[in-house]
């Protein structure tokens, strides 16, 4: 995945390599979370009205940080360390 992809203030979710990630390219920086959702497993998408990544299956909400905006949720999206090469988002 590219972070030149991902407009300011914006998310994306995909795969990097066989890792499912949320991306998001914020104002302060880049935050690389993983994607699956810390309630029962499934794959979050980013809603961009609200800058929220949300959870199809049970509703459970987190802002762009990963931080729980609602449940059924309790514990954040799991930060992952990444640099950037040439536009490319790598895993450290």
Do not use: Q
């Amino acid at each position: 995945m590219r972070i030149d992809e991902i407009g300011k203030d914006e998310g994306k979710a995909g795969k990097i390599g066989n890792i499912d990630v949320a991306v998001y390219n914020g104002e302060d920086g880049t935050i690389v979370l993983d994607a699956t959702c810390t309630h029962m497993g499934c794959i979050v998408s980013f809603n961009s009205a609200d800058k929220t990544w949300d959870c199809p299956c049970h509703g459970s909400r987190f802002k762009a940080d990963g931080t729980v905006f609602a449940g059924p949720a309790v514990a954040p999206l799991n930060r992952i360390a990444f640099r950037i090469e040439s536009s490319e988002i790598i895993f450290d």
